[in-house]
T-cell receptor, first 109, second 114 residues
Framework: GQNIDQPTEMTATEGAIVQINCTYQ??????LFWYQQHAGEAPTFLSY??LDGLEEKGRFSSFLSRSKGYSYLLLKELQMKDSASYLC??????????WGAGTKLIIKP | NAGVTQTPKFRVLKTGQSMTLLCAQD?????MYWYRQDPGMGLRLIHY???????AKGEVPDGYNVSRLKKQNFLLGLESAAPSQTSVYFC?????????????FGEGSRLTVL
């Protein structure tokens, strides 16, 4: 079966750095996505990785290791507005997205 | 430029009632999707469409029907609602290419079935 695993909840301090991990087992691989979802709102696209390595976009970076079936999302200089759920999704061999259950990130002052 | 609009935003149904959720997009996207989101679970694909007049089943299609008569609209129907269909429903769209994958989501429709 296909499976995406990520921690249910994480807590971090404003101004700090946090790393959210995602491991996956899917039928084929055509890219990994991270989305941000604030409570009661729609998911919004953060990043896309299809090759191994780190993609940086401002305070957010996403890393991929295809051989390990592993990705992480790194958030730097945390702000209160970063409190949200972070969804990991993998595009399988049929170009369908398989979604993780999401990681709820709580930022404390 | 509204993007992706879902109606209604909230609805309460009794078991056995029927209803239709409407997704409208003004981005000229070919691909449209209906997902449901439940606590502790990832988004699950109900049905999707790769273009006007076409629909296909996703991971959890039972109890739902869809239609895409116009490119800009994707309708999700519940013929006989059940409590298990209590969920938040999201419509999403994508331009065309299979390999980029960035989805644009509507604001969601919260459905409660009593």
């Amino acid at each position: 079966g296909q499976n995406i695993d990520q921690p249910t909840e994480m807590t971090a301090t404003e101004g700090a750095i946090v790393q959210i991990n995602c491991t996956y087992q899917t039928s084929g691989f055509n890219g990994l996505f991270w989305y941000q979802q604030h409570a009661g709102e729609a998911p919004t696209f953060l990043s896309y990785n299809v090759l191994d390595g780190l993609e940086e976009k401002g305070r957010f970076s996403s890393f991929l290791s295809r051989s390990k079936g592993y990705s992480y999302l790194l958030l730097k200089e945390l702000q209160m507005k970063d409190s949200a759920s972070y969804l990991c999704a993998v595009m399988d061999s049929n170009y369908q997205l398989i979604w993780g259950a999401g990681t709820k990130l709580i930022i404390k002052p | 430029n509204a993007g992706v609009t879902q109606t209604p935003k909230f609805r309460v149904l009794k078991t056995g009632q029927s209803m239709t959720l409407l997704c409208a997009q003004d981005m000229n996207h070919e691909y449209m999707y209906w997902y449901r989101q439940d606590p502790g679970m990832g988004l699950r694909l109900i049905h999707y469409s790769v273009g006007e007049g076409t629909t296909a089943k996703g991971e959890v299609p039972d109890g739902y029907n869809v239609s895409r008569l116009k490119k800009q609209n994707f309708l999700l129907g519940l013929e006989s609602a059940a409590p298990s269909q209590t969920s938040v429903y999201f419509c999403a769209t994508k331009y065309q290419t299979r390999d980029t994958g960035e989805l644009f989501f509507g604001e969601g429709s919260r459905l409660t079935v009593l």
